[in-house]
Nanobody
Framework: QVQLVESGGGSVQTGGSLTLSCAVLGYTYNTRCMSWFRQAPGKEREAVAAIHTGTRTTYYADSVKGRFTASRENGNSTVYLQMNSLRPEDTAMYYC?????????????????????WGKGTLITISS
């Protein structure tokens, strides 16, 4: 059974940093589109970042470009989201998802399309 488990959430002040982890359990993800999404209370889900695990190409939403960095660890089924210069508007539940490689390449991840598995999320709270 495939599971995605996020960790690393917490509370920080504006300008602070956090790193989220997403452990992929139950399958080897040699080539997948691993993506991050967030959802703030009362708002729709928003795509944040993605990484093609085969090429390690990364993709970012405009709202986080230059502040967030997606990465994967060698030889380990874990992906990361390094978040710097955090703002109150970054406050949300953050989810990771795993999908087909084409979802990254074709930009489908931005709509959450092609994501086969989802984690349960980890909460980020940014105080001003």
């Amino acid at each position: 059974q495939v599971q995605l488990v996020e960790s690393g959430g917490g509370s920080v002040q504006t300008g602070g940093s956090l790193t989220l982890s997403c452990a992929v359990l139950g399958y080897t993800y040699n080539t997948r589109c691993m993506s991050w999404f967030r959802q703030a209370p009362g708002k729709e889900r928003e795509a944040v970042a993605a990484i093609h695990t085969g090429t390690r190409t990364t993709y970012y939403a405009d709202s986080v470009k230059g502040r967030f960095t997606a990465s994967r660890e060698n030889g380990n089924s874990t992906v990361y989201l390094q978040m710097n210069s955090l703002r109150p508007e970054d406050t949300a539940m953050y989810y990771c998802a795993a999908g087909r490689p084409g979802s990254c390449v074709r930009g489908l991840w931005l709509q959450g399309a092609g994501m086969d598995f989802w984690g349960k999320g980890t909460l980020i709270t940014i105080s001003s």
